[in-house]
């Protein structure tokens, strides 16, 4: 089966600048998680879907951070406006459903923030 | 809520060398826990996990972990590592009917010399 397939993989934008991050997760997986991998930290819960349902974005910092799954496929991650603190890795991940134990990661986006 | 520490954030060892990645976590539910492995410039990918039963689990490439209760630890353990096993580890707890939401240490990275 295809894996977790997300776009862009680098990013380089200046702060205050907007950016996107796409993700599409594995056919049929309802659950879809974003994570936030700050280099040389293991990654941070950000926000969990279930199908185009947010379950959990107690970690996500809202006054610049929104996410969205309108057809319970696809999701975006947006930033707006980046900060220099914002550099990291974001990855997403999906599994069959939240009681399917383990899930698997797509290659991430690297984000750089000038 | 849980948490996990991984003590020793980089490891060095020789090829054919043992090797011991250590991992803790506090949590006041029952949890399940797992190894993620990062290779350089790609995402995370599950190693082992322990879900129930025997409390030492296997990977295909020659890693264990044994779960250990009392001592709230699930350490990662190879007896003779390869040049290609140099990764960044990470160990990951998820507590049981919390909707599969993954905790992360910080990584251990580990590095086989020649």
């Known amino acids: 089966e295809a894996g977790v397939a997300q776009s862009p993989r680098y990013k380089i934008i200046e702060k205050r600048q907007s950016v996107a991050f796409w993700c599409n997760p594995i056919?049929?997986?309802?659950?879809l998680y974003w994570y936030q991998q700050i280099l040389g930290q293991g990654p941070k819960l950000l926000i969990q879907f279930q199908n185009n349902g947010v379950v959990d974005d107690s970690q996500l910092p809202k006054d610049r951070f929104s996410a969205e799954r309108l057809k319970g496929v696809d999701s975006t991650l947006k930033i707006q406006p980046a900060k220099l603190e914002d550099s990291a890795v974001y990855l997403c991940?999906?599994?069959?459903?939240?009681?399917?134990?383990?899930?698997?990661f797509g290659s991430g986006t690297r984000l750089t923030v000038v | 809520a849980q948490s996990v520490t991984q003590l020793d954030s980089q490891v060095p060892v020789f090829e054919e060398a043992p090797v011991e990645l250590r991992c803790n976590y506090s949590?006041?539910?029952?949890?399940?826990l797992f190894w993620y492995v990062q290779y350089p410039n790609q995402g995370l990918q599950l190693l082992l996990k322990?879900?129930?039963?025997?409390?030492l689990v296997e990977s295909i490439n020659g890693f264990e972990a044994e779960f250990n209760k009392s001592q709230t630890s699930f350490h990662l353990r190879k007896p003779s590592v390869h040049i290609s096993d140099t990764a960044e580890y990470f160990c990951?707890?998820?507590?049981?009917?919390?909707?599969?939401?993954?905790?992360f240490g910080g990584g251990t990275r580990l590095m086989v010399k020649p």
């Open positions: 322990y879900l129930s039963g025997s409390t």
């Open positions: 990951a707890v998820s507590e049981i009917r919390a909707g599969n939401m993954l905790t």
């Open positions: 991940a999906s599994s069959f459903n939240r009681g399917r134990v383990g899930y698997t």
């Open positions: 056919s049929g997986h309802a659950t």
């Open positions: 949590s006041s539910v029952s949890v399940y």
